[in-house]
């Protein structure tokens, strides 16, 4: 099975999903590897801010980091070589680069539709959005 890295540049947790305004691609991508983990396929995922040793240790990123900065990250190694950089893969790229069936990170169900209601502010003039 080919193994893949992805490195990541510094955000406030591991998997950048925290605080009020969360990247949607930073969703998609948490979901893609959770499901390939149900599969059996581990991608190993590094932020530089919560395993900065991992950039070290790793040659391949290491040597990036030096030539170009972190201006080019995420970084996607697949077999100890970089194969695409500044984003993350699309959902076909992930398919194609482990050479796993199509079908693997097709949907299954219907989205969830979530009722969204207005909360008071309570004062801190957020108008409902953080409170």
Excluded: W
Excluded at 3 to 32: H, N, Q, W, Y
Excluded at 57 to 84: H, M, Q, S
């Amino acid at each position: 099975m080919k193994k893949m890295k992805i490195f990541e540049p510094a955000m406030c947790c591991p998997t950048g999903l925290c605080g009020v305004g969360v990247d949607p691609e930073l969703m998609r991508i948490s979901t893609v590897l959770d499901t390939l983990k149900k599969h059996g396929v581990i991608v190993d995922r590094f932020n530089l801010n919560s395993a900065p040793a991992e950039f070290i240790k790793d040659k391949t990123i290491n040597a990036y980091i030096n030539e170009k900065g972190t201006r080019g990250l995420p970084a996607v190694i697949v077999d100890g070589k970089i194969v695409i950089t500044g984003r993350y893969p699309t959902n076909k790229e992930f398919t194609k680069l482990l050479d796993l069936p199509e079908d693997v990170l097709e949907a299954k169900s219907q989205p969830i539709k979530v009722k969204v209601t207005k909360k008071n502010s309570g004062g801190c003039n957020c108008k409902g959005g953080c409170c």
